[in-house]
């Protein structure tokens, strides 16, 4: 399987660390073409907190010890009547 014009044999992936998080955010503001700093956690601050809990829950990929992509999915809860229904709802893709 080929990710990112890599194979996965290539890439190590797993969920990111709150030591992730300084390079997460500036891949996150490179592909998403933000010129501020920390857009992701100036702008949606729940989830992009630095912590373990929430750095976590993005998905990473790496290379040669950086991140080259990565994932976030986060916990979300839906209110269908009187039922609540947690899903993961994928929140970005770098």
Not at 22 to 29: G, P, V, Y
Not at 37 to 49: D, L, M, S, T
Request: hydrophobic fraction near 45%; charged fraction near 20%.
């Amino acid at each position: 399987m080929i990710i990112g014009g890599m194979t996965m044999m290539q890439a190590e992936i797993g969920p990111a660390r709150e030591a992730d998080y300084d390079e997460l955010m500036r891949l996150l503001d490179l592909c998403f073409g933000k010129a501020e700093q920390y857009w992701f956690a100036a702008h949606n601050g729940v989830r992009y907190q630095r912590d373990g809990v929430h750095v976590g829950c993005n998905l990473i990929a790496r290379k040669d010890g950086r991140i080259v992509s990565c994932v976030g999915v986060f916990p979300i809860v839906l209110q269908v009547g009187r039922e609540s229904l947690s899903v993961a709802g994928v929140i970005q893709m770098a």
